[in-house]
């Protein structure tokens, strides 16, 4: 059984469509995060979320908008995509905010 | 300047060769993660510590919270264990190094 999943594991789309990106943890854990890891491989935060409320928003882009419907899901919506949204995007859960991190598969975005 | 450092950026080493990463931080944490990131993209957490020494298998991460400095060793290397190995501080939230990339050759 997977524990942290991701959909699509990759989209490829044109500048200026909107795209979605799914994500589900069965592990029961309370906080789930959204990370970019770019072209250089370099990953950081973009969100967190502790029991369906937004903590953390990394002065991300408005056209990035999370969503969490329930505490096992979290949804990372992209308007107007611009190519300098190509990259890889990781979903994670952890139980509480300070514990260890379990990381999806990374959906891999192109914008062409 | 990143504020978390890692070296060296790439790493090549024999099958047995001990190996160390080290990580550096200039922040303020309550832990420090060390996480290993496979050729085919997948991402797993290998250790999450905020003081002394954990060791799992043949890994061993190491914290010196004074120093504001980590390792992260790998004893009796073998090719399994070609990857890219990063380091995050965890302040209120997780803030990563610039990986280190591993080959370890037979």
């Known amino acids: 059984d997977t524990a942290v999943s991701q959909t699509p594991k990759y989209l490829v789309t044109q500048m200026g469509n909107d795209k979605s990106i799914k994500c589900e943890q069965n592990l029961g854990h309370d906080t789930m995060y959204w990370y970019k890891q770019d072209s250089k491989k370099f990953l950081k935060i973009m969100f967190s979320y502790n029991n369906k409320e937004l903590i953390i928003n990394e002065t991300v882009p408005n056209r990035f908008s999370p969503k969490s419907p329930d505490k096992a899901h979290l949804n990372l919506h992209i308007n107007s995509l611009e190519l300098g949204d190509s990259a890889v995007y990781f979903c994670?859960?952890?139980?509480?905010?300070?514990?260890?991190?379990?990381f999806g598969p990374g959906t891999r975005l192109t914008v062409l | 300047k990143n504020e978390v450092e890692q070296s060296p950026q790439n790493l090549t080493a024999q099958e047995e060769e001990f190996i160390t990463i080290n990580c550096s931080y200039s922040v303020g944490i309550s832990a420090l993660h060390w996480l290993q990131q496979h050729p085919g993209g997948g991402i797993v957490s290998l250790f999450m510590?905020?003081?002394g020494k954990k060791k799992h298998g043949r890994l061993i991460a190491t914290i010196n919270i004074q120093e504001k400095h980590s390792s992260l060793h790998i004893t009796a290397s073998h090719p399994r264990d070609s990857a890219v190995y990063i380091c995050a501080a965890h302040t209120d939230k997780l803030i990563f190094g610039t990986g280190t990339r591993l080959q370890v050759f037979p």
């Open positions: 994670a859960s952890s139980q509480a905010r300070a514990d260890t991190q379990y």
């Open positions: 510590l905020s003081s």
